[in-house]
T-cell receptor, first 112, second 116 residues
Framework: DGGITQSPKYLFRKEGQNVTLSCEQNLNHDAMYWYRQDPGQGLRLIYYSQIVNDFQKGDIAEGYSVSREKKESFPLTVTSAQKNPTAFYLC?????WGQGYTFGSGTRLTVV | GQQLNQSPQSMFIQEGEDVSMNCTSSSIFNTWLWYKQDPGEGPVLLIALYKAGELTSNGRLTAQFGITRKDSFLNISASIPSDVGIYFCAGPPTNAGGTSYGKLTFGQGTILTVHP
């Protein structure tokens, strides 16, 4: 079955370390997205990519970086420059710009 | 950019009660999407609406595309404990010509708690 996979589900890192969150989809979707969610809050867009080798900053891109070298993969790196990295991170994809998204099951990052 | 305002922000109800929530915008939308997020999981699409006035059901859920195209409603009948979660409305914004474009706009969510 096609889907979008985020790994790992839980991630712990020490303050000052960079960490990369994985997002892989086999839905043949062109567009992919990264969101951050804080407890009881809505979704805030970090980065998005409409097509391979292209990506754009979202509303809260500072302290994050991404790459889109393959259509299936859109990894997110949380750098040491991100002031408050502890959060729930969601990856999503869509067949086209503006279409409904399919979400992954999320990665909960805790930085201590 | 175009914003979606959801209300209420949170609801605490007893099992068996009906639930109503809505989503409004100052701009028109051509598509309304309703997602549910279970605790600790990613949002899942519940219902998609594509036409003003459209009423669509999915089991105990019913959603409506407002006639003005600036709002949408989601109703849950006879709530059960597994209805707990965050409900998001979403839609692609429209340009001055009324054409949908760009990435989805999400509401801030309605948090639903169901007491057994």
């Amino acid at each position: 079955d096609g889907g979008i996979t985020q790994s790992p589900k839980y991630l712990f890192r020490k303050e000052g370390q960079n960490v990369t969150l994985s997002c892989e989809q086999n839905l043949n979707h062109d567009a992919m997205y990264w969101y951050r969610q804080d407890p009881g809050q809505g979704l805030r867009l970090i980065y998005y990519s409409q097509i391979v080798n292209d990506f754009q900053k979202g509303d809260i891109a500072e302290g994050y970086s991404v790459s889109r070298e393959k259509k299936e993969s859109f990894p997110l790196t949380v750098t040491s420059a991100q002031k408050n990295p502890t959060a729930f991170y969601l990856c999503a994809s869509s067949i086209d710009w503006g279409q409904g998204y399919t979400f992954g099951s999320g990665t909960r990052l805790t930085v201590v | 950019g175009q914003q979606l305002n959801q209300s209420p922000q949170s609801m605490f109800i007893q099992e068996g009660e009906d639930v109503s929530m809505n989503c409004t915008s100052s701009s028109i939308f051509n598509t309304w999407l309703w997602y549910k997020q279970d605790p600790g999981e990613g949002p899942v699409l519940l219902i998609a609406l594509y036409k003003a006035g459209e009423l669509t059901s999915n089991g105990r859920l019913t959603a409506q595309f407002g006639i003005t195209r600036k709002d949408s409603f989601l109703n849950i009948s006879a709530s059960i404990p597994s209805d707990v979660g965050i409900y998001f409305c979403a839609g692609p914004p429209t340009n001055a010509g009324g054409t949908s474009y760009g990435k989805l706009t999400f509401g801030q969510g309605t948090i639903l708690t169901v007491h057994p």
